[in-house]
Structures are given as structure tokens and as C-alpha cells.
């Protein structure tokens, strides 16, 4: 383990893993040593640290948060960063609203205190544009490794503790942000920045967007490293599997069978029947007249709904582990061994995976840590569900799974998306008994838009300037659909359906 001190974007000295400074040729710029270090030291641990936190340095858990060659961490003890909160006026992304108080996946990286394995840093050292301003380095290297498989967090356990005396954090300035945007997203997003700054901010910013023009999107192919994890998430090899269905008899019953051919069988299964008819009973005579190879726990219920379904399906599992499954989804009979396979390689403990209809192609084959969660195709260790549920506000809406999932990452789960592991999602037709739910809405003379449950999402897990961002593409995408002639009407319009939806958000 090596330790790189720094100030005022200037390397001061190299510490050893007792922190004991040790002679190196030190470079002017803090990115051209590290790769000297990771040189010099290609089996190592490369650490950056300021001046000021080096007493705060928590080495307890160094191997810990580092438990594979493909981690960057890092952790900003003033919250701010170096890419400013601005990036929310063009991004959606999950990774840009940071909890610091877990371990939470984001390519937003502070100078602070971080680290990076040196083979990592070696496998990249010929591709990557090695930035004099470290944190620009570290940001750049970080937004163009995640998608493909570089797992980078905030890690508040880097310290032992908040130290007292705060350094003053640098960030970018409005030039270089729009510098970053331009090198790392469509070109587009350059001028949807622009536009952001002068409807929100009242800032003309001409000036930052033409000096873009002498920069180019940079891209970074990752060469394959072979990692096992040094974490232990499995222990048992024990899954429970969890399944709302409504109506769906014949899928239903297609989906135990591809269950009870599974070389690593489920402990239970929990199904949780729905039939909002009064006098009904349960159809799924199968699960008594047949023998199945686990156990089958069958909850009836005339509620329907499948946040309620999923919860009363999650308040029974026994197991290690649980499959979020659906009711109409087919699979091969190595899925379970498959993903605890991976699971135990990557030190994961919540994986989303491919998840097409037949005939559809897939089009993300990298193995990452995602922004979406499916609650039809994923698996996630029982620990961490005692806090989580499916939110009931979210019921016969939108937005339960992104919901879900952001509950997951606050209680500092990375869900990794996972291409190799397929599901078919067979879309089956809606159960014969189904009825449309009457929203609080529906009766409106304004239609909100969008729906209320997408807003009651972002006003929970979004910053305002991603909010505000999401608002004005809204409006963008449908204006291409009206008249020129009916603009002020359609302005009008869309401010009245937007209000509405926030109105509603906040009354659910």
C-alpha cells in the first residue's frame, strides 16, 4: 500500500503502508506520479491523500472498500466536489445525488482521500489523457471507466472520523465544467447546459460554449482484468424467490418448472395471488395437486397491487439471499448457480440482469454498476432489506423499482447490472380479472404531467437542477409536436400539467 500526499494540486511526499515516508523522484504534476507509483509499484494499492486528513486515514478498512483491482474510491469531507452540482442541469443519473453517508457508487471523485489499484492504473496508463489538474483527472477517469466495469463509490469508512478543520475544496470553474461535458457526453448536452444557465440561472454563457469547439469527446477502452473479491457475501448458497402474479395461471406454473430444473434449487418460494373479485378462490390448484422440489409458500389475497404483493412476499423470506422474480419470465436452469458465481467474484450483493422479450437484441454488454433496478429480474441479499420496501405510495403508478432501488443504494447497496445473466421476459397479456385503477387525478380539468408518481421519485431521490433539467427536455421533446403558431397556448399548457404534477406528487 502506498500513499501519495498532496497540496494545492502538488504531490509533497510518498508514505509507505506504515506511513513512513519513502524516497521517490516526485513529478510536478500529482497525475503523472501516480502512474509513476503504479510503475514502481504495479502489485500495490495507490493511495492519494491531503495533507490535512492524513491523521484521519482509517487503514482498518483500507482492505475492505478495496476487496477487488477494479475499485476507485474516494470521499469528500466537505460534500463538495470538484465537478459542482451544476452537472445536474443535464444529468438524470443516480450516481450524481450523493449519500455520504454510506458507500454510495458514483463516478464523482474528491481529492480528498481515495485510492486505486496500481494494476488498474498501468492497464489504462497508455489510453488514458493524464490531466495536470488532478481532480479533473479523477473525475475524467471515473465518468469513462464506470460503464465499463471500473466500480468507483464514495467511501466515507476511508476516515476514521470527520476531522475538524476542512480544506477548502476546489472545483471547476464554468469553462472547465462545460469542458467536462463536452469530453465526456454528447455534444448535445453542451448547449442543454447552456440553455439551463440562462432559464434558472439568468447567466449568459456564450463565451463557455464556444470555447468547447476545441475539444473532443474522449473515450477509454478497459482491458479485462481477472479479480476474485476478497469479500464474503455467500455463505449458505441458500435463495428464496419471490413472485406476485394476477391471473397468469399458465405462466405461472411454466416458471416453478424452469424453477425446479435449477441445478442450485430455491429454498422456498413465496407466491402472492391477487383476485380483487369478492367470492373468488385461488386457481393455482397445481401447487397442491403437483410435488415440487421446495417449498412453496401461497398467499391469497383480494387486495391487488404489486407493491402490496411484493411486500407481503418479502415480510416471509428465511433465506441468504432472494430472487425478485415475475410471474411470466423463463430462464435457464444454471441462473441460480450463475449469479451466486458472480456474486462471490465481484463481492457483490444486489445484481440486476439482462432482461429482454424474445426477439430483442441486447444492446449493454458490460458488466457495470447500473442506475436501474428491476423488480422482476433481481437478486439481493436478505441483510439488506430489513430497511427497504416497495413504496405504497408508488402503488398503480410509476417508479416503484427506481424507488426500490434507490432505497437499496442509501442503505449502501451498489447494484451491478450483469449482461451474461439472462432472463426472458415473456410479456404475457394481462390477467382476465384485472380493473383499471381510478387515480386521485383522473377527474382533473389539467392533467398533470408527467405522472405524479415520476415526480414524487424525483422530488425524493433528484437534486433540483436534475429536476429542472428533466423539465425543460419534457418540454423540449413535446414542443417538436405543436404548431409554431399554438407556442404560447402549449407554454402555458405545459406550466399548468407541470404544477399539477407537483401538486400531486406531494399530496401522495
Not at 474516494?74 to 453517508?101: M, T
Not at 476511508?158 to 471547476?172: G, M, T, Y
Not at 456564450?206 to 479479480?227: A, S
Not at 424467490?241 to 422456498?268: A, C, E, F, M, W
Amino acid at each position: 500500500m502506498i500513499y501519495l500526499i498532496h497540496k494545492n494540486n502538488v504531490a509533497l511526499k510518498i508514505l509507505d503502508d506504515k506511513l513512513n515516508e519513502i524516497a521517490f523522484t516526485i513529478q510536478p504534476s500529482i497525475t503523472v506520479t501516480l502512474f509513476d507509483l503504479a510503475k514502481k509499484f504495479p502489485e500495490e494499492l495507490i493511495l492519494w491523500c491531503h495533507e490535512v486528513y492524513v491523521a484521519f486515514i482509517n487503514k482498518s478498512e483500507i482492505s475492505t472498500i478495496f476487496h477487488h483491482e477494479r475499485i476507485l474510491a474516494s470521499y469528500s469531507v466537505s460534500g463538495k466536489y470538484y465537478i459542482s452540482e451544476d452537472i445536474g442541469y443535464i444529468s438524470q443519473s443516480v450516481f450524481v445525488n450523493v449519500n455520504r453517508e454510506v458507500t454510495y457508487p458514483t463516478w464523482l471523485m474528491s481529492d480528498n482521500i481515495g485510492g486505486v489499484s496500481a494494476q488498474f492504473l498501468n492497464s489504462v496508463s497508455k489510453e488514458i489523457k493524464k490531466h495536470d489538474n488532478f481532480d479533473y483527472f479523477i473525475n475524467s477517469m471515473a465518468k469513462l471507466a464506470m460503464p465499463q466495469g471500473l466500480y468507483c463509490y464514495s467511501e466515507p469508512k476511508l476516515l476514521k472520523e470527520k476531522p475538524a478543520v476542512l480544506v477548502e475544496d476546489q472545483q471547476a470553474s464554468k469553462c472547465e465544467l462545460f469542458k467536462f461535458v463536452k469530453q465526456h457526453y454528447k455534444w448535445v448536452w453542451v448547449w442543454i447546459l447552456a440553455v439551463c444557465y440562462g432559464i434558472y440561472a439568468r447567466k449568459i454563457v456564450l463565451f463557455q460554449v464556444f470555447k468547447t469547439i476545441f475539444y473532443k469527446r474522449l473515450h477509454l477502452d478497459i482491458k479485462e482484468i481477472n479479480l476474485q473479491s476478497t469479500k464474503k457475501v455467500v455463505a449458505k448458497m441458500e435463495i428464496d424467490v419471490i413472485i406476485p402474479t394476477i391471473g397468469r395461471k399458465k405462466y405461472l406454473y411454466d416458471v416453478l418448472k424452469y424453477l425446479s430444473n435449477q441445478t442450485l434449487l430455491p429454498k422456498n418460494v413465496i407466491i402472492v395471488e391477487q383476485n380483487p373479485l369478492p367470492e373468488s378462490v385461488s386457481e393455482l390448484d397445481f401447487l397442491n395437486t403437483e410435488i415440487w422440489p421446495f417449498n412453496i409458500k401461497h398467499t391469497f389475497t383480494h387486495k391487488t397491487g404489486v407493491c402490496n404483493a411484493r411486500n407481503l412476499a418479502l415480510s416471509q423470506i428465511e433465506s441468504e439471499w432472494v430472487f425478485l422474480n415475475d410471474d411470466d419470465n423463463m430462464f435457464d436452469e444454471n441462473l441460480m448457480e450463475t449469479v451466486f458465481n458472480k456474486a462471490k467474484q465481484y463481492g457483490i450483493v444486489a445484481i440486476t440482469t439482462a432482461y429482454l422479450q424474445q426477439g430483442e437484441t441486447l444492446l449493454f454488454n458490460q458488466l457495470h454498476q447500473t442506475g436501474i433496478f428491476g423488480s422482476g429480474n433481481s437478486f439481493v441479499k436478505t441483510d439488506y432489506l430489513n430497511k427497504v420496501c416497495f413504496n405504497m405510495a408508488l402503488e398503480f403508478g410509476y417508479g416503484e423499482d427506481f424507488d426500490f432501488g434507490m432505497q437499496l443504494r442509501n442503505q449502501g447497496v451498489d447494484i451491478v447490472y450483469c449482461p451474461d445473466i439472462k432472463i426472458t421476459h415473456l410479456k404475457a397479456p394481462f390477467g382476465g380479472f384485472r380493473t383499471k385503477v381510478k387515480q386521485l387525478w383522473d377527474d382533473e380539468v389539467i392533467q398533470p404531467k408527467p405522472s405524479p408518481t415520476i415526480m414524487y421519485t424525483f422530488l425524493k431521490h433528484y437534486t433540483l437542477k436534475q429536476i429542472l433539467n428533466y423539465k425543460l427536455v419534457l418540454f423540449l421533446r413535446l414542443i417538436k409536436k405543436e404548431s409554431i403558431f399554438n407556442y404560447s397556448n402549449f407554454f402555458k399548457e405545459f406550466q399548468n400539467k407541470w404544477n399539477a404534477s407537483l401538486y400531486w406528487a406531494k399530496k401522495l
